[in-house]
């Protein structure tokens, strides 16, 4: 999957797929580790700040 | 403090920053930690990473932020596990993910304007009608795909399927004419992604 280079709604979906298959995939390492979960946390605040500066490109509705 | 990006093959000699550790027969590639941004640009990066050594060998992604302190450490980390590893390496080998999901679209092909459920009735019936939908989605793409698993969420399907390589031209073409025999769904597919769903068994 390449950067998507096509519409915001196309980015969108892409980084939707690509937060659920960081966030919830890939091999889990049990022991002695350091989980960047700040990080994570970040993500999440930083994917809601996208959906919302999307929902804010949409035209007002009209009065 | 080092980054675990990936388990791939023993032998494995990717190009600097990233290194291979050896351990248990399989290699742990890592790479030194950098501050990630966490924003899109921050993420994309961190796929590309993973993509161009996908390009060059079979890999299972570690999970996202996954640190240890040093070569030794990330060795320990593995240890114990290499054969079972080798088996998820294998089921991967040559194939690469794909993601679906399953909407309804958001606006109806119909002239006439979309019946809005007005009682609980309606509401289990439009929902009921959605599942069989992308039911018949989920079983069309399973029959070209090595493996499939379902993700949580609110939609109708949200679903990764292991596909390989060589089929992933006609799983796109049947996507595309399921698309056209649902036009009440949106389809979504996007990849190929490195194998990121399929890299622990099934609990």
Same mark, same amino acid.
């Given at each position: 999957?390449?950067?998507?280079?096509?519409?915001?709604?196309?980015?969108?979906?892409?980084?939707?797929?690509?937060?659920?298959?960081?966030?919830?995939?890939?091999?889990?390492?049990?022991?002695?580790?350091?989980?960047?979960?700040?990080?994570?946390?970040?993500?999440?605040?930083?994917?809601?700040?996208?959906?919302?500066?999307?929902?804010?490109?949409?035209?007002?509705?009209?009065? | 403090?080092?980054?675990?990006?990936?388990?791939?093959?023993?032998?494995?000699?990717?190009?600097?920053?990233?290194?291979?550790?050896?351990?248990?027969?399989?290699?742990? $590639?890592?790479?030194? +930690?950098?501050?990630?941004?966490? @924003? #899109?640009?921050?993420?994309?990066?961190?796929?590309?990473?993973?993509?161009?050594? *996908?390009?060059?060998?079979? $890999?299972?992604?570690?999970?996202?932020? %996954?640190?240890?302190?040093?070569?030794? #450490?990330?060795?320990?980390?593995?240890?114990?596990?290499?054969?079972?590893? *080798?088996?998820?390496?294998?089921?991967?080998?040559?194939?690469?993910?794909?993601?679906?999901?399953?909407? *309804?679209?958001? +606006?109806? !092909?119909?002239?006439?304007?979309? /019946?809005?459920? %007005?009682?609980?009735?309606?509401?289990?019936?439009?929902? %009921?009608?959605?599942?069989?939908?992308?039911?018949?989605?989920?079983?069309? $793409? @399973?029959?070209?795909?090595?493996?499939?698993?379902?993700?949580?969420?609110?939609?109708?399907?949200?679903?990764?399927?292991?596909?390989?390589?060589?089929?992933?031209?006609?799983?796109?073409?049947?996507?595309?004419? $399921?698309?056209?025999?649902?036009?009440?769904?949106? /389809?979504?597919? %996007?990849?190929?992604? !490195?194998?990121?769903?399929? #890299?622990?068994?099934?609990?």
């Amino acid at each position: 999957m390449s950067v998507p280079t096509s519409s915001l709604a196309e980015q969108d979906v892409a980084l939707v797929d690509l937060l659920d298959r960081l966030l919830a995939g890939g091999v889990v390492i049990a022991g002695e580790i350091t989980l960047a979960v700040a990080d994570i946390d970040l993500v999440r605040v930083s994917l809601r700040a996208l959906i919302s500066s999307v929902a804010s490109l949409d035209p007002p509705p009209q009065p | 403090v080092i980054d675990l990006l990936a388990i791939t093959d023993a032998g494995a000699r990717p190009v600097p920053p990233i290194v291979a550790v050896q351990s248990d027969g399989v290699a742990v $590639l890592c790479a030194p +930690s950098t501050d990630v941004q966490p @924003d #899109a640009a921050g993420l994309w990066q961190h796929e590309e990473r993973l993509e161009r050594l *996908m390009a060059e060998r079979p $890999l299972l992604p570690v999970r996202f932020g %996954t640190r240890v302190a040093d070569e030794a #450490a990330a060795a320990a980390a593995v240890a114990g596990r290499g054969a079972e590893l *080798m088996v998820r390496l294998d089921h991967v080998r040559d194939a690469v993910e794909l993601a679906v999901r399953v909407r *309804m679209a958001e +606006s109806e !092909p119909e002239p006439e304007p979309a /019946i809005e459920p %007005t009682s609980g009735a309606e509401y289990l019936r439009a929902r %009921t009608a959605q599942k069989h939908a992308a039911n018949a989605v989920r079983e069309a $793409l @399973d029959a070209l795909a090595r493996d499939s698993r379902e993700h949580a969420g609110s939609e109708p399907l949200r679903a990764a399927y292991l596909v390989e390589h060589g089929a992933v031209e006609a799983f796109v073409e049947r996507v595309r004419e $399921l698309q056209a025999e649902h036009p009440e769904l949106a /389809i979504l597919c %996007t990849g190929p992604w !490195p194998p990121y769903s399929f #890299a622990e068994a099934l609990a």
